[in-house]
Protein backbone atom coordinates (compact mmCIF):
# COMPACT_ATOMS: atom_id res chain seq x y z
CA UNK A 1 0.00 0.00 0.00
CA UNK A 2 1.33 3.66 -0.97
CA UNK A 3 1.39 6.16 1.61
CA UNK A 4 1.61 9.77 1.05
CA UNK A 5 3.72 12.24 3.33
CA UNK A 6 1.85 15.03 5.49
CA UNK A 7 3.63 17.76 6.54
CA UNK A 8 1.60 21.04 6.88
CA UNK A 9 -1.01 23.11 5.44
CA UNK A 10 -2.49 21.94 1.56
CA UNK A 11 -4.97 23.34 -0.22
CA UNK A 12 -6.83 19.73 -0.89
CA UNK A 13 -7.31 19.42 3.02
CA UNK A 14 -10.63 22.08 2.76
CA UNK A 15 -12.68 20.82 -0.02
CA UNK A 16 -15.63 23.05 0.11
CA UNK A 17 -17.06 21.80 -3.46
CA UNK A 18 -17.65 18.60 -2.42
CA UNK A 19 -18.08 19.46 1.16
CA UNK A 20 -15.35 17.50 2.52
CA UNK A 21 -12.83 18.19 5.13
CA UNK A 22 -8.97 16.60 6.01
CA UNK A 23 -8.95 15.41 9.62
CA UNK A 24 -5.38 16.78 9.11
CA UNK A 25 -6.20 20.03 10.40
CA UNK A 26 -6.94 19.26 13.39
CA UNK A 27 -4.90 16.93 15.01
CA UNK A 28 -1.41 17.91 12.57
CA UNK A 29 1.06 19.73 14.56
CA UNK A 30 2.53 21.49 11.54
CA UNK A 31 -0.68 22.52 10.81
CA UNK A 32 -1.29 23.79 14.37
CA UNK A 33 2.33 25.61 14.13
CA UNK A 34 1.52 27.48 10.96
CA UNK A 35 -2.16 28.66 11.59
CA UNK A 36 -0.67 30.21 15.21
CA UNK A 37 1.22 32.54 12.32
CA UNK A 38 -1.54 32.81 9.69
CA UNK A 39 -4.51 32.92 11.85
CA UNK A 40 -3.83 33.78 15.49
CA UNK A 41 -1.40 36.12 15.17
CA UNK A 42 -3.55 38.47 12.42
CA UNK A 43 -6.71 38.05 13.53
CA UNK A 44 -8.84 40.27 16.19
CA UNK A 45 -9.17 38.37 19.03
CA UNK A 46 -11.60 38.75 22.18
CA UNK A 47 -9.49 39.77 25.83
CA UNK A 48 -11.83 40.78 28.17
CA UNK A 49 -14.74 43.18 29.49
CA UNK A 50 -14.27 46.64 30.24
CA UNK A 51 -16.33 45.85 33.42
CA UNK A 52 -13.37 43.42 34.60
CA UNK A 53 -11.23 46.62 34.92
CA UNK A 54 -13.38 49.30 36.25
CA UNK A 55 -10.53 51.08 38.07
CA UNK A 56 -7.26 52.85 37.00
CA UNK A 57 -4.40 50.23 38.08
CA UNK A 58 -7.12 47.41 37.94
CA UNK A 59 -5.94 44.67 35.62
CA UNK A 60 -7.09 41.01 34.33
CA UNK A 61 -4.52 38.39 32.87
CA UNK A 62 -6.03 37.30 29.32
CA UNK A 63 -4.61 34.97 26.00
CA UNK A 64 -4.73 35.47 22.29
CA UNK A 65 -3.36 32.66 20.95
CA UNK A 66 -0.97 31.03 23.53
CA UNK A 67 0.41 34.20 24.32
CA UNK A 68 -0.35 35.51 27.82
CA UNK A 69 -1.31 39.15 28.19
CA UNK A 70 -2.49 41.87 30.66
CA UNK A 71 -5.53 43.71 30.43
CA UNK A 72 -5.00 46.98 32.40
CA UNK A 73 -5.91 50.57 32.98
CA UNK A 74 -3.33 53.06 33.77
CA UNK A 75 -3.48 55.69 35.72
CA UNK A 76 -5.69 57.81 33.28
CA UNK A 77 -8.08 55.35 33.00
CA UNK A 78 -7.22 53.95 29.83
CA UNK A 79 -7.28 50.44 28.66
CA UNK A 80 -4.18 48.58 27.58
CA UNK A 81 -3.31 45.14 26.23
CA UNK A 82 0.57 44.09 26.67
CA UNK A 83 2.23 40.72 26.65
CA UNK A 84 2.90 39.23 30.11
CA UNK A 85 6.67 38.81 29.34
CA UNK A 86 9.41 40.78 30.78
CA UNK A 87 11.91 42.28 28.09
CA UNK A 88 14.93 41.60 30.21
CA UNK A 89 14.29 37.07 29.89
CA UNK A 90 11.15 36.50 29.61
CA UNK A 91 9.64 36.09 32.61
CA UNK A 92 5.87 36.99 33.36
CA UNK A 93 5.59 40.05 34.91
CA UNK A 94 2.02 39.13 36.47
CA UNK A 95 1.23 35.82 37.62
CA UNK A 96 -1.87 36.39 39.13
CA UNK A 97 -5.39 36.56 37.47
CA UNK A 98 -6.86 39.33 38.32
CA UNK A 99 -5.96 42.42 40.66
CA UNK A 100 -4.97 46.01 41.09
CA UNK A 101 -1.56 47.35 41.39
CA UNK A 102 0.96 50.58 40.21
CA UNK A 103 3.23 48.42 38.65
CA UNK A 104 4.09 45.21 37.42
CA UNK A 105 7.36 43.80 38.58
CA UNK A 106 8.92 40.91 37.11
CA UNK A 107 10.07 38.39 39.78
CA UNK A 108 13.43 37.31 37.84
CA UNK A 109 15.53 40.03 38.20
CA UNK A 110 13.58 42.71 39.09
CA UNK A 111 12.68 45.04 36.17
CA UNK A 112 9.23 47.37 36.92
CA UNK A 113 6.69 48.30 34.24
CA UNK A 114 4.03 50.79 34.78
CA UNK A 115 0.86 50.23 33.98
CA UNK A 116 1.04 52.29 30.47
CA UNK A 117 3.88 49.86 29.95
CA UNK A 118 6.91 51.80 30.25
CA UNK A 119 9.72 50.71 31.72
CA UNK A 120 10.07 52.40 35.32
CA UNK A 121 12.52 50.00 37.49
CA UNK A 122 15.96 48.43 36.53
CA UNK A 123 17.97 47.65 39.49
CA UNK A 124 21.76 48.33 39.68
CA UNK A 125 20.47 51.48 36.47
CA UNK A 126 23.33 53.53 37.69
CA UNK A 127 26.04 50.66 38.77
CA UNK A 128 25.59 47.51 36.12
CA UNK A 129 24.06 49.96 33.14
CA UNK A 130 26.17 52.83 33.69
CA UNK A 131 23.20 54.83 34.06
CA UNK A 132 23.32 54.11 29.95
CA UNK A 133 20.35 51.67 29.40
CA UNK A 134 17.36 53.22 26.61
CA UNK A 135 14.31 52.34 29.26
CA UNK A 136 12.35 54.11 26.61
CA UNK A 137 13.29 51.01 24.08
CA UNK A 138 11.97 48.18 26.45
CA UNK A 139 8.81 48.83 28.08
CA UNK A 140 6.36 46.45 27.41
CA UNK A 141 5.21 44.90 23.95
CA UNK A 142 1.47 46.17 23.78
CA UNK A 143 -0.79 44.91 20.96
CA UNK A 144 -1.18 46.70 17.68
CA UNK A 145 -4.46 47.98 17.97
CA UNK A 146 -7.41 47.73 20.54
CA UNK A 147 -10.51 48.49 20.58
CA UNK A 148 -13.33 48.49 22.91
CA UNK A 149 -16.73 47.59 21.54
CA UNK A 150 -19.30 48.46 23.82
CA UNK A 151 -17.77 47.40 26.53
CA UNK A 152 -15.81 44.11 25.00
CA UNK A 153 -12.05 44.59 24.34
CA UNK A 154 -10.39 43.32 21.49
CA UNK A 155 -7.17 43.00 19.94
CA UNK A 156 -4.80 42.38 17.58
CA UNK A 157 -0.71 41.55 16.93
CA UNK A 158 -1.36 42.73 13.02
CA UNK A 159 -0.69 47.05 12.29
CA UNK A 160 -2.03 45.92 8.94
CA UNK A 161 -5.18 44.02 9.66
CA UNK A 162 -8.35 46.07 9.37
CA UNK A 163 -10.02 47.73 11.78
CA UNK A 164 -12.43 46.00 14.08
CA UNK A 165 -15.78 47.59 12.72
CA UNK A 166 -14.64 46.57 9.56
CA UNK A 167 -13.66 43.30 10.55
CA UNK A 168 -16.36 42.59 12.13
CA UNK A 169 -18.73 44.04 9.44
CA UNK A 170 -22.43 43.07 9.03
CA UNK A 171 -22.04 40.78 11.98
CA UNK A 172 -22.02 43.37 14.70
CA UNK A 173 -26.34 42.71 14.47
CA UNK A 174 -25.81 39.62 16.07
CA UNK A 175 -22.71 40.60 18.56
CA UNK A 176 -25.17 43.31 19.57
CA UNK A 177 -27.48 41.04 20.69
CA UNK A 178 -25.06 39.83 23.57
CA UNK A 179 -23.63 43.42 24.64
CA UNK A 180 -26.59 45.29 24.45
CA UNK A 181 -29.33 45.52 27.37
CA UNK A 182 -32.31 43.21 27.38
CA UNK A 183 -34.36 46.62 27.24
CA UNK A 184 -33.09 47.78 24.02
CA UNK A 185 -30.14 49.85 25.57
CA UNK A 186 -26.72 50.02 23.87
CA UNK A 187 -23.80 48.48 25.78
CA UNK A 188 -25.13 47.16 29.11
CA UNK A 189 -23.71 44.28 29.49
CA UNK A 190 -21.59 43.12 32.79
CA UNK A 191 -18.96 39.90 33.45
CA UNK A 192 -21.46 38.09 36.07
CA UNK A 193 -19.06 36.64 39.20
CA UNK A 194 -15.45 35.27 37.59
CA UNK A 195 -14.44 33.35 34.19
CA UNK A 196 -14.58 29.80 34.06
CA UNK A 197 -11.32 28.57 32.88
CA UNK A 198 -10.81 24.70 31.90
CA UNK A 199 -9.14 22.26 29.38
CA UNK A 200 -10.58 19.58 26.70
CA UNK A 201 -8.20 17.09 25.16
CA UNK A 202 -9.41 18.40 21.79
CA UNK A 203 -8.19 20.94 19.15
CA UNK A 204 -10.16 23.91 19.32
CA UNK A 205 -11.83 23.96 15.55
CA UNK A 206 -13.80 21.44 17.58
CA UNK A 207 -15.99 23.73 19.90
CA UNK A 208 -15.76 26.76 17.54
CA UNK A 209 -17.54 24.59 14.67
CA UNK A 210 -19.41 23.41 17.23
CA UNK A 211 -20.96 27.25 18.20
CA UNK A 212 -20.85 28.62 14.75
CA UNK A 213 -24.02 26.79 14.67
CA UNK A 214 -24.09 22.96 15.09
CA UNK A 215 -28.07 22.46 15.63
CA UNK A 216 -27.53 18.39 14.40
CA UNK A 217 -26.21 17.15 18.05
CA UNK A 218 -29.43 17.49 19.88
CA UNK A 219 -29.37 13.78 20.58
CA UNK A 220 -26.18 14.59 23.16
CA UNK A 221 -28.68 16.59 25.12
CA UNK A 222 -31.71 14.43 25.68
CA UNK A 223 -30.72 13.73 29.19
CA UNK A 224 -30.34 17.20 29.88
CA UNK A 225 -33.45 18.12 28.43
CA UNK A 226 -34.97 14.93 30.30
CA UNK A 227 -33.89 16.29 33.49
CA UNK A 228 -35.49 20.21 32.74
CA UNK A 229 -32.33 22.60 33.79
CA UNK A 230 -33.89 25.62 32.03
CA UNK A 231 -35.22 28.57 33.82
CA UNK A 232 -38.75 27.74 33.57
CA UNK A 233 -38.27 23.95 34.85
CA UNK A 234 -37.79 22.52 31.66
CA UNK A 235 -35.64 21.30 28.69
CA UNK A 236 -32.41 23.15 28.93
CA UNK A 237 -34.01 26.78 27.90
CA UNK A 238 -36.91 27.76 27.49
CA UNK A 239 -38.27 26.91 24.19
CA UNK A 240 -41.64 28.88 23.09
CA UNK A 241 -39.71 31.88 21.51
CA UNK A 242 -38.07 29.59 19.15
CA UNK A 243 -41.40 27.59 18.40
CA UNK A 244 -43.08 30.18 16.74
CA UNK A 245 -39.82 32.12 15.10
CA UNK A 246 -38.34 31.10 11.85
CA UNK A 247 -35.24 29.54 12.50
CA UNK A 248 -31.88 30.65 10.33
CA UNK A 249 -28.25 29.68 10.19
CA UNK A 250 -26.86 33.32 8.92
CA UNK A 251 -23.15 33.41 7.31
CA UNK A 252 -20.93 36.40 6.56
CA UNK A 253 -18.73 34.71 3.92
CA UNK A 254 -16.04 37.37 3.59
CA UNK A 255 -15.42 37.57 7.27
CA UNK A 256 -15.54 34.18 8.70
CA UNK A 257 -18.61 34.93 11.34
CA UNK A 258 -21.72 32.86 11.44
CA UNK A 259 -24.46 32.15 14.05
CA UNK A 260 -27.81 30.60 14.38
CA UNK A 261 -30.74 33.49 14.94
CA UNK A 262 -34.62 33.34 15.43
CA UNK A 263 -36.78 35.73 13.90
CA UNK A 264 -40.21 35.98 15.92
CA UNK A 265 -43.07 37.25 13.33
CA UNK A 266 -44.09 40.47 13.01
CA UNK A 267 -46.22 42.44 16.38
CA UNK A 268 -45.53 38.99 17.64
CA UNK A 269 -44.46 39.87 21.50
CA UNK A 270 -41.58 37.37 23.03
CA UNK A 271 -43.50 34.13 25.21
CA UNK A 272 -43.50 34.36 28.95
CA UNK A 273 -39.72 33.19 30.00
CA UNK A 274 -38.11 32.48 33.22
CA UNK A 275 -40.89 31.21 34.74
CA UNK A 276 -39.57 29.61 38.05
CA UNK A 277 -39.40 32.96 39.29
CA UNK A 278 -41.89 35.40 39.39
CA UNK A 279 -39.75 38.30 40.19
CA UNK A 280 -37.50 37.56 36.97
CA UNK A 281 -40.13 36.53 34.66
CA UNK A 282 -41.92 40.28 35.12
CA UNK A 283 -38.26 41.62 34.81
CA UNK A 284 -37.67 39.82 31.51
CA UNK A 285 -41.32 40.68 30.40
CA UNK A 286 -41.08 44.23 31.35
CA UNK A 287 -37.37 44.41 29.33
CA UNK A 288 -39.15 42.60 26.57
CA UNK A 289 -41.45 45.42 26.25
CA UNK A 290 -38.63 48.14 26.16
CA UNK A 291 -36.47 46.53 23.82
CA UNK A 292 -39.59 46.54 21.36
CA UNK A 293 -41.02 49.88 22.29
CA UNK A 294 -37.00 51.07 22.08
CA UNK A 295 -36.39 48.84 18.92
CA UNK A 296 -39.15 49.66 16.17
CA UNK A 297 -36.69 48.38 13.08
CA UNK A 298 -37.17 44.58 11.84
CA UNK A 299 -33.92 43.62 13.81
CA UNK A 300 -35.72 44.17 17.01
CA UNK A 301 -37.50 41.01 16.46
CA UNK A 302 -34.18 38.47 16.48
CA UNK A 303 -33.24 36.49 18.88
CA UNK A 304 -29.88 35.09 19.17
CA UNK A 305 -28.52 31.67 19.45
CA UNK A 306 -25.01 30.10 19.49
CA UNK A 307 -22.53 31.91 16.87
CA UNK A 308 -19.18 32.24 16.40
CA UNK A 309 -16.70 35.24 15.58
CA UNK A 310 -13.67 33.90 13.57
CA UNK A 311 -11.66 32.79 15.04
CA UNK A 312 -12.34 31.13 18.14
CA UNK A 313 -14.64 33.98 19.88
CA UNK A 314 -18.29 32.07 20.69
CA UNK A 315 -21.47 33.84 21.40
CA UNK A 316 -24.46 32.53 23.04
CA UNK A 317 -26.67 35.92 23.52
CA UNK A 318 -30.02 34.44 25.70
CA UNK A 319 -30.25 31.32 28.02
CA UNK A 320 -27.19 31.26 29.39
CA UNK A 321 -26.22 34.66 28.39
CA UNK A 322 -22.34 33.72 27.81
CA UNK A 323 -19.04 34.60 25.30
CA UNK A 324 -16.93 31.65 25.39
CA UNK A 325 -12.78 32.05 23.72
CA UNK A 326 -11.34 28.66 22.66
CA UNK A 327 -7.66 29.26 23.50
CA UNK A 328 -5.35 26.94 21.51
CA UNK A 329 -2.70 25.00 23.75
CA UNK A 330 -1.28 23.40 21.03
CA UNK A 331 -3.14 20.72 18.28
CA UNK A 332 -4.76 18.10 20.85
CA UNK A 333 -5.74 20.69 23.48
CA UNK A 334 -7.92 23.74 24.04
CA UNK A 335 -8.07 25.82 27.33
CA UNK A 336 -11.97 27.25 27.48
CA UNK A 337 -12.64 30.51 29.35
CA UNK A 338 -16.27 31.33 29.53
CA UNK A 339 -17.43 35.06 30.53
CA UNK A 340 -21.46 35.10 32.06
CA UNK A 341 -22.88 38.29 31.33
CA UNK A 342 -25.91 40.58 32.92
CA UNK A 343 -27.27 43.74 32.46
CA UNK A 344 -25.49 45.57 34.98
CA UNK A 345 -28.57 47.28 36.09
CA UNK A 346 -30.27 44.00 36.78
CA UNK A 347 -31.80 43.31 39.92
CA UNK A 348 -29.80 41.47 42.99
CA UNK A 349 -32.51 38.68 42.38
CA UNK A 350 -32.29 38.48 38.47
CA UNK A 351 -28.54 38.45 38.55
CA UNK A 352 -28.88 35.45 41.56
CA UNK A 353 -31.24 33.54 39.66
CA UNK A 354 -28.96 33.65 36.31
CA UNK A 355 -26.04 32.99 38.22
CA UNK A 356 -27.68 29.81 39.16
CA UNK A 357 -28.87 28.76 35.78
CA UNK A 358 -25.81 29.72 34.18
CA UNK A 359 -23.52 27.53 36.07
CA UNK A 360 -25.47 24.72 36.20
CA UNK A 361 -25.66 25.17 32.09
CA UNK A 362 -22.05 26.13 31.39
CA UNK A 363 -18.76 25.50 32.12
CA UNK A 364 -16.73 22.14 33.13
CA UNK A 365 -19.66 21.34 35.90
CA UNK A 366 -22.26 22.34 33.36
CA UNK A 367 -24.96 19.46 32.41
CA UNK A 368 -25.12 20.94 28.89
CA UNK A 369 -21.13 21.39 28.00
CA UNK A 370 -20.37 18.19 29.35
CA UNK A 371 -22.15 16.60 26.68
CA UNK A 372 -20.12 18.97 24.54
CA UNK A 373 -16.85 18.39 25.69
CA UNK A 374 -17.35 14.11 25.38
CA UNK A 375 -17.97 14.73 22.05
CA UNK A 376 -15.14 16.85 21.51
CA UNK A 377 -12.54 14.57 23.31
CA UNK A 378 -13.25 11.41 21.48
CA UNK A 379 -13.57 12.76 18.39
CA UNK A 380 -10.37 14.07 18.32
CA UNK A 381 -8.82 10.97 19.86
CA UNK A 382 -10.37 8.87 17.26
CA UNK A 383 -9.02 10.58 14.64
CA UNK A 384 -4.93 10.88 15.22
CA UNK A 385 -4.76 7.44 14.19
CA UNK A 386 -2.43 6.80 10.73
CA UNK A 387 -5.75 5.22 9.20
CA UNK A 388 -8.26 7.24 10.38
CA UNK A 389 -6.56 10.71 9.12
CA UNK A 390 -6.79 9.35 5.75
CA UNK A 391 -10.56 9.54 5.83
CA UNK A 392 -11.99 13.12 5.38
CA UNK A 393 -15.73 14.35 7.06
CA UNK A 394 -18.52 14.78 5.50
CA UNK A 395 -19.54 18.74 5.98
CA UNK A 396 -22.22 18.40 2.68
CA UNK A 397 -25.67 18.86 4.94
CA UNK A 398 -27.39 21.75 3.23
CA UNK A 399 -24.96 22.32 0.25
CA UNK A 400 -26.60 24.40 -2.63
CA UNK A 401 -29.42 25.83 0.00
CA UNK A 402 -27.85 29.14 0.70
CA UNK A 403 -28.85 32.31 -0.68
CA UNK A 404 -28.59 35.85 -0.10
CA UNK A 405 -30.88 38.52 0.46
CA UNK A 406 -33.29 36.41 2.89
CA UNK A 407 -36.46 38.55 3.75
CA UNK A 408 -39.23 37.71 5.35
CA UNK A 409 -42.74 40.08 6.67
CA UNK A 410 -40.06 43.41 6.57
CA UNK A 411 -36.65 41.87 7.76
CA UNK A 412 -33.50 41.15 5.96
CA UNK A 413 -30.85 39.54 6.47
CA UNK A 414 -27.08 40.15 5.56
CA UNK A 415 -24.61 37.49 4.52
CA UNK A 416 -25.91 33.84 3.29
CA UNK A 417 -28.80 32.12 4.91
CA UNK A 418 -30.06 28.71 5.13
CA UNK A 419 -33.33 28.61 6.85
CA UNK A 420 -33.46 25.57 8.76
CA UNK A 421 -37.04 26.12 10.63
CA UNK A 422 -38.40 22.53 8.19
CA UNK A 423 -34.64 21.20 7.29
CA UNK A 424 -33.95 21.13 11.25
CA UNK A 425 -29.54 21.34 9.97
CA UNK A 426 -27.41 22.65 8.19
CA UNK A 427 -23.23 22.39 7.68
CA UNK A 428 -23.67 26.17 5.78
CA UNK A 429 -21.49 27.82 9.14
CA UNK A 430 -19.15 24.80 9.33
CA UNK A 431 -18.03 25.47 5.49
CA UNK A 432 -18.01 29.39 6.25
CA UNK A 433 -15.56 28.79 9.39
CA UNK A 434 -13.28 26.50 7.17
CA UNK A 435 -13.47 28.68 4.00
CA UNK A 436 -11.98 31.67 5.94
CA UNK A 437 -9.55 29.21 7.91
CA UNK A 438 -8.14 28.46 4.78
CA UNK A 439 -7.85 31.89 3.29
CA UNK A 440 -5.93 32.73 5.97
CA UNK A 441 -4.15 29.60 5.43
CA UNK A 442 -3.02 30.44 2.31
CA UNK A 443 -2.76 34.18 1.93
CA UNK A 444 0.10 36.34 2.39
CA UNK A 445 -1.39 39.95 3.05
CA UNK A 446 -4.48 41.70 4.57
CA UNK A 447 -5.02 43.11 0.60
CA UNK A 448 -5.71 39.04 -0.50
CA UNK A 449 -7.71 38.62 3.38
CA UNK A 450 -9.73 41.86 2.80
CA UNK A 451 -11.92 40.75 -0.19
CA UNK A 452 -14.88 43.26 0.58
CA UNK A 453 -12.52 45.85 0.06
CA UNK A 454 -12.38 44.93 -3.37
CA UNK A 455 -15.56 45.59 -5.81
CA UNK A 456 -18.60 43.92 -4.29
CA UNK A 457 -16.12 41.66 -2.45
CA UNK A 458 -15.94 39.17 -5.60
CA UNK A 459 -12.24 40.54 -6.42
CA UNK A 460 -10.80 38.70 -3.49
CA UNK A 461 -8.05 36.10 -4.90
CA UNK A 462 -8.54 33.59 -2.56
CA UNK A 463 -12.60 33.81 -3.28
CA UNK A 464 -13.55 30.23 -3.22
CA UNK A 465 -16.63 28.77 -4.81
CA UNK A 466 -19.19 26.12 -3.84
CA UNK A 467 -21.33 26.20 -0.88
Known amino acids: MATARQEGYRKDLVNLAAGHISREIFVNDEIYREEL??????????????????????????????ESVILCRNRAGEIHVFLNSCRHRGMKVCRYDEGSTAVFTCPYHGWSYSTDGKLVGVPYFREAYRSKLDRSQWGLVEVAQLYNYKGAVWATWDPAAPPFLEYLGEFATFFDLILDGWDGRE?????????????????????AENFSGDAYH??????????????????????????????????????????IVYALPKDQPTPPAYQNSPEVAEYFRHCEEERRRRRTDAH???????????????????????????HPRGPHQTEVWRWFLVDREAPAEVKRFLRDYYIRYSGP??????????NWNYAHSASRGTIARRYPYCYEQGMGSAVEGWEWDGLRMPGRVVEITQAQSSEEPMRNLYRRWAQFMEADSWDELAGWRHAGGEGSPLRRTGT
Open 37 to 66: ERVFARCWLFVGHESQIPNAGDFFVSSMGE
Open 187 to 207: GQAEVLCGVQKWLIPCNWKFP
Open 218 to 259: NISHRSVDLVGIGPSGQSRRDMPERMISRRLHVCIPDRGHQT
Open 300 to 326: GRLIGAPGEIFPNTALLPRQPRTIAVW
Open 365 to 374: AGLTEQDDME
